[in-house]
Each structure stands twice: as structure tokens, then as C-alpha cells.
């Protein structure tokens, strides 16, 4: 009968817990954003300047004002995913012809991250990809500080992609917009085709 006691309240304590392992608390998609976006962008500043692979560039953003090149809110982070053959880089003020996706960071849902806008469907293929035309200055900070620095090919399809990384406050900072929410870093894949001053095409 002891026995019997003893297996009864092993097995109440054994269901128990399994019940309790299983209550799982709904955690939503941007649950804590702000913070969860600056603990992203730190983390690719480390790996940008361990630069491991040799393929990272780092890039304060246009226009700062001085001292705040060095703090990771404040930088671009670009890694080359391939490097163009083309020389001379797009003014401020110049149109650009590129291929691009955006994405927000890594989360739960969106594993590769939420797909807020792309001018190409699936991959990129630089080759068949039909790029838009953009006045570079009307672009968010990060996304006009990038692309400064990349180079067009001497080919449709032989100029610079970088995946670029983008603190929250050179994106659209505490703005929610289009599906981005507030305090979003924001990761583009870019592919520079060409550029030329505004007004000559």
C-alpha cells in the first residue's frame, strides 16, 4: 500500500511537471524591440571590426557631427559580399541605379528577417534583375552613407553588393513606418549599377 502511495505521488509530481513545461508564455514578435535592435547592431560592430574575413567595412554616417563616429549608433556596417570593377563612387546628390532588398533583424517569426521591401524577386541575380532608379539624397542616412562608399561595374552586373547593417537612428528612428516598426535596425542587400549626377538622365 506504501508503495502504492509513493508511485501515486511520483506519478501527480511527474504530470505535474510535464504540464508545467508545456504552459508556455505568447512572446510577441517585438516584444522589447528597441532594446533587442541595439544588442543586434552591437554585435555586428564586434564582428565588423574583428573583420575576420576581411570583407567588413565600417563607415560613420554623413554628416555626423564630431565625436560620434565611434559610437555603433552612429556607424554603417557593410559587409562585401562582391567586390565591383568599376572606380568612383555616387555624390550625395547623385542618382543611383541599384538592386535592393530590406530586411529587419533576425527575429522568431522572420528567421532571416521581415522583408519590408525589394525591387527583385527571390535571390538576387544581378544579371537579369531589372534595377530602380533613386535619388541618392532621398534615401535613409544609412542607406545614402553605404552607397557612397560602392562602386558600379564595368558590366550591369559587375558592380558592388554589400549587405549593409543599419542602426535604428540613420534608418527612420522612433517613426514607424510601412511595416517597420519603431526603432528598427535595418539590414539591405545592395547591388550598385550604375549612378550619375541628378538631371542628366
Not at 537579369?128 to 541618392?136: A, Q
Not at 542607406?143 to 560602392?150: D, I, P, R
Request: overall charge negative.
Amino acid at each position: 500500500m506504501k508503495d502504492l502511495k509513493v508511485l501515486f505521488l511520483f506519478l501527480s509530481i511527474a504530470l505535474f511537471g510535464f504540464t508545467s513545461c508545456e504552459e508556455t508564455v505568447e512572446v510577441s514578435e517585438f516584444d522589447d524591440w528597441q532594446n533587442r535592435n541595439i544588442a543586434f547592431i552591437d554585435s555586428i560592430a564586434s564582428v565588423a571590426r574583428a573583420n575576420s574575413d576581411g570583407n567588413w567595412k565600417i563607415f560613420p554616417a554623413t554628416g555626423l557631427d564630431e565625436g560620434k563616429e565611434h559610437a555603433n549608433e552612429y556607424n554603417v556596417y557593410c559587409h562585401v559580399l562582391q567586390a565591383g570593377d568599376g572606380t568612383g563612387h555616387p555624390a550625395y546628390t547623385d542618382t543611383v541605379n541599384v538592386n535592393y532588398s530590406g530586411r529587419l533583424m533576425p527575429s522568431k517569426g522572420y528567421p532571416k528577417g521581415y522583408l519590408f521591401d525589394s525591387s527583385y524577386e527571390g535571390e538576387l541575380d544581378p544579371e537579369f534583375d531589372v534595377p530602380v532608379k533613386l535619388p541618392l539624397r532621398g534615401t535613409v542616412p544609412g542607406f545614402c552613407t553605404a552607397v557612397q562608399h560602392m562602386v558600379a561595374g564595368t558590366t550591369p552586373y559587375s558592380g558592388d553588393i554589400w549587405r549593409v547593417y543599419i542602426p535604428a537612428n540613420l534608418g527612420y528612428g522612433a517613426e514607424t513606418t510601412s511595416g517597420i516598426p519603431a526603432y528598427s535596425a535595418l539590414v539591405f542587400e545592395i547591388n550598385l549599377v550604375s549612378f550619375y549626377p541628378v538631371g542628366t538622365k
